[in-house]
């Protein structure tokens, strides 16, 4: 019998590198929560973005929305931290905001590792055709220079969070060459800056209940009331300066 625990829900924390780690998960004999972290909706909006370019050089979207579980908002325990529910949905489908956890169960060869693999491929493919280099890029050289900047980076002390490790390959351009062409980042900027405040996504609304129905009835008849009064008035002033004038 399988008494192995199903993921279903993660507790996470933003923290001072205003990134996103794992707490606490409901499977914990498969996951190890220390320096575990998680993709939030703007970033996964930014990653899709990036990836945009790659689709002209054999890049499979199937294989990004394949490398990651999925996760939505189900509550907030404290400010900074929140509750997510396990949700089987594609990233490119779901109308609400998605969390993601890279399926790293199998590190050299699951799903997260075969998407860095493509999107590296990918992305050397794009810089060659675009750039005039005097020796064609490898996959070595990107992966050697992208360790050489981590060690620069003073990684070693620290956990790297899968958005920086994703977006050190999408955004990858050789030392000494700039990529030139055509991006339309506004898009991308727009649906990040709509999903950057998180705390608004989990913010729940409060149902007027009927006492909070009968003030307002009663502060609009009291409207009501001073306006009819009001009228009355005008309309008694306006008699008596007609009554004066024909006098």
Same mark, same amino acid.
């Given at each position: 019998?399988?008494?192995?625990?199903?993921?279903?829900?993660?507790?996470?924390?933003?923290?001072?590198?205003?990134?996103? !780690?794992?707490?606490?998960?409901?499977? #914990?004999?498969? !996951?190890?929560?220390?320096?575990?972290?998680? $993709?939030?909706?703007?970033? $996964?909006?930014?990653?899709?973005?990036?990836? #945009?370019?790659?689709?002209?050089? %054999?890049?499979?979207?199937? $294989?990004?929305?394949?490398?990651?579980?999925?996760?939505? +908002?189900?509550?907030?325990?404290?400010?900074?931290?929140?509750?997510?529910?396990?949700?089987?949905? &594609?990233?490119?489908?779901?109308?609400?905001?998605?969390?993601?956890?890279?399926?790293?169960?199998?590190?050299?060869?699951?799903?997260?590792?075969?998407?860095?693999?493509?999107?590296?491929? /990918?992305?050397?493919?794009?810089?060659?055709?675009?750039?005039?280099?005097?020796?064609?890029?490898?996959?070595?050289?990107? #992966?050697?220079?992208?360790?050489?900047?981590?060690? *620069?980076?003073?990684?070693?002390?620290?956990?790297?969070?899968?958005?920086?490790? $994703?977006? &050190?390959?999408?955004?990858?351009?050789?030392?000494?060459?700039?990529?030139?062409?055509?991006?339309?980042?506004? /898009?991308?900027?727009?649906?990040?800056? %709509? *999903?950057?405040?998180?705390?608004? *996504?989990?913010?729940?609304? +409060?149902?007027?209940?009927?006492?909070?129905? !009968?003030?307002?009835?009663? #502060?609009?008849?009291?409207?009501?009331? &001073?306006?009819?009064?009001?009228?009355?008035?005008?309309?008694?002033?306006?008699?008596?300066?007609?009554?004066?004038?024909?006098?």
């Amino acid at each position: 019998m399988n008494t192995t625990p199903k993921l279903e829900w993660s507790v996470i924390r933003l923290k001072e590198d205003n990134y996103w !780690w794992v707490e606490s998960i409901s499977d #914990e004999k498969r !996951w190890d929560v220390d320096g575990l972290g998680i $993709i939030d909706p703007s970033q $996964i909006v930014h990653l899709v973005d990036l990836c #945009e370019p790659l689709r002209d050089y %054999d890049f499979d979207p199937d $294989i990004l929305d394949g490398a990651f579980f999925k996760f939505g +908002i189900e509550g907030e325990i404290e400010e900074g931290c929140i509750k997510l529910a396990r949700i089987k949905e &594609s990233l490119f489908a779901s109308e609400d905001p998605l969390f993601a956890l890279p399926d790293i169960l199998d590190e050299e060869k699951g799903p997260y590792a075969d998407f860095l693999e493509h999107i590296t491929k /990918s992305r050397v493919k794009l810089l060659n055709d675009l750039i005039d280099f005097e020796q064609t890029l490898t996959i070595e050289d990107l #992966e050697e220079e992208i360790r050489e900047q981590q060690k *620069l980076g003073d990684y070693e002390d620290h956990y790297v969070h899968f958005f920086g490790q $994703i977006t &050190s390959i999408l955004e990858y351009v050789p030392k000494g060459y700039e990529l030139d062409f055509d991006e339309d980042p506004d /898009s991308s900027q727009e649906k990040e800056e %709509d *999903l950057a405040d998180i705390p608004d *996504l989990i913010e729940e609304k +409060i149902e007027e209940d009927e006492t909070m129905k !009968w003030v307002d009835e009663d #502060e609009e008849s009291d409207e009501f009331e &001073s306006e009819d009064d009001e009228k009355t008035d005008r309309t008694d002033e306006e008699s008596i300066e007609t009554a004066a004038e024909d006098k």
